[in-house]
């Protein structure tokens, strides 16, 4: 089976006063492992890897493998420059990683000729299979299924990262059956927007591309399994329960600061984890995350 | 006077191969400073700073205050992380830089509090004086009035470089009052988006941060002088007279691209002069730009 089924989680990179704290990174990945999950995604944007030097990026990837065990490690190796992506790629590739995910990032925006192109290249480059990564929040290019379908005949595009399904059900499996239809059968299609991965799942993705899987996989393993066993309510319900952590992410600008947050107020990483100029939330919020977290048994 | 007031030329760092073709770069450093341009911004979006190494980026900004003789040289010091925008901003004292440039670049969204830290965090580490960098094509950050009043009081702020004015003339005055309201008196205004550049000199804006003015000074010059000198109506027929130009603008995604190819074409850079994944322009797209060039007489 691809390795690109399944739960995979997005663990936080954490920082203390702007160094990468290994030992919080790799007691992240030892917890992610012994709780099952099915691959580790080191250096997503959860991993914030947009703001690590390539140096910083291929420690972290090194680490994330050391500690995994057997569980497949990929590895994000997204950057402004095609070289850049490159020097990424190959760091990736000598410390072990089982796959790739990149995200057409963009300072000047990109046509779907650059993207395409820039898909080309890296596949040319490795024999690591890769994840598309789309997450328009982020990078602000708009990916359309016949670019999905174009790149994914690519040799080495294995999977294909969504930015979310429609909420209706009915519309999310046409929406999964028409990205199938542009793709060839090996290629999987992760859900990613943690609020839709009952939905998404349900509609028939193969995986799900888990910012809260990185820091609490529980809940994430929960949801995954009942849609892969087929109790599709389960998944639904147990996403309805944490229904108050999709808010905070909606009310504090994207799930990031949350989930770094919530690492925080758990131990599990440094105050002030993020890369600055992201300073995180403000005290306030931070007491609203930690009254969700004890609502909902999130410090199990 | 302030060096941040007239045109300020934002000349392109030309590749070759993935690497900064320094002798282009400097011939285009001598040609802007025989023109008589009042500043360089090197490393400007134009520059292509976002794309480029720290290292990379401190060789650039030497190069260009070492070949600009007399004329002020400002840096681009933008980076995603406040560590790595510190770094260029110590290489932009090291080289002997006349002032900074700093844009809120971003991956994860931003907060108006994590600009205004980001801000006052450089000022504190500098007496380099900043221009505040708004550009929300490329960074998606959107400033308010306010926010730009609250770092224009930290010390060591100078100048604001707003992306453009109100096409009618009466609303772009009243833009530029109400900016200049929210501001300290020191602090000048410099318009962006090279089309609205006469509509806001003769709106009073101090300066103009000039895509064209790096590549074609003349022509720049040509608006900029009429406007300083009080010929508003002179300064505008050369804008109107320059319309096709903006129309590529307009209509091939931005100036970047099209500056590069008209670069190209004149022979002042070599081919794919831009960081990949920028292709540049297509085949069909470049000889648009070649009669362009011709019909505006712009290769005189």
């Known amino acids: 089976m691809s ?3 399944g739960l995979s989680a997005f663990p936080l990179t954490p920082l203390h006063d702007d160094v990468v704290d290994e030992r919080a990174f790799i007691r992240g990945i030892e917890r992610l492992t012994l709780a099952g999950v099915d691959s580790i995604t080191a250096l997503g ?4 890897y947009a703001y690590l030097s390539p140096d910083e990026r291929a420690r972290v990837a090194r680490l994330a493998v050391d500690h995994a065990d057997k569980t497949p490690v990929i590895v994000g190796v997204g950057a402004l420059r095609t070289s850049q992506v490159l020097t990424n790629v190959q760091n990736a590739e000598d410390v072990g990683a089982a796959g790739i995910l990149l995200a057409p990032i963009t300072y000047q925006s990109l046509t779907a000729d650059d993207v395409f192109e820039l898909f080309r290249t ?3 480059h490795t024999k690591l299979p890769v994840i598309v990564y789309d997450n328009p929040g982020t990078t602000h290019f708009a990916f359309t299924t016949e670019l999905y379908g174009r790149i994914a005949e690519l ?3 294995a999977s294909i990262k969504i930015p979310g399904v ?3 059900p009915d519309a999310a499996r046409a929406r999964i059956r028409e990205i199938r239809a542009a793709t060839p059968d090996h290629i999987t299609v992760g859900v990613s927007g943690d609020a839709f991965a009952a939905a998404g799942l349900n509609a028939g993705c193969d995986a799900w591309y888990s910012v809260i899987g990185g820091t609490l996989p529980e809940p994430a393993l929960r949801i995954t399994r009942a849609a892969q066993e087929g109790r599709g309510a389960d998944a639904v319900a147990e996403s309805e329960r944490l229904a108050p952590l999709w808010g905070l992410f909606a009310e504090f600008g994207g799930s990031l600061r949350v989930v770094a947050a919530i690492a925080e107020h758990l131990g599990l990483a440094p105050a002030s984890c993020l890369p600055l100029p992201l300073q995180g939330l403000n005290a306030e919020q931070r007491s609203r995350v930690a009254e969700v977290v ?7």
Not at 294 to 300: F, G, I, K, T, W
Request: aromatic share 4%.
């Open 3 to 5: 390795i690109f089924t």
């Open 45 to 48: 944007s959860t991993g914030s």
């Open 122 to 124: 890296v596949t040319e």
């Open 155 to 157: 040799p080495g595009i």
């Open 166 to 168: 429609p909420t209706d």
């Open 294 to 300: 004890r609502d909902l048994d999130l410090d199990e």
